[in-house]
């Protein structure tokens, strides 16, 4: 009996409520649509001066961070739903 109710207290401790889930989503994928626009901004621009380039490589790891902890709570999502079930 007593195990089991230090899982529960476990699990409860490591799962992310749904809502932040989706909102985290969200608030990620708002800000991949940005820095998307932007890099396409700079893309279209005919400068390549430094600070084009330089603002070109941030934006472009930005990207890729966000796209990762994207993936990465979509896959918490997903192990949630299947240990809640």
């Not at 749904?18 to 901004?41: F, R």
């Not at 893309?43 to 990465?72: C, W």
């Amino acid at each position: 009996m007593k195990d089991k109710r230090q899982k529960q207290i476990d699990d409860a401790g490591v799962s992310i409520d749904q809502k932040l889930i989706e909102e985290g989503a969200a608030q990620l994928n708002s800000e991949i649509q940005v820095l998307e626009a932007w890099l396409t901004e700079l893309d279209s621009s005919d400068k390549d001066t430094s600070e084009v380039l330089a603002a070109r490589k941030s934006y472009n790891d930005m990207l890729s961070s966000r796209k990762e902890m994207l993936s990465t709570l979509a896959k918490q999502a997903k192990l949630q739903s299947v240990g809640s079930n």
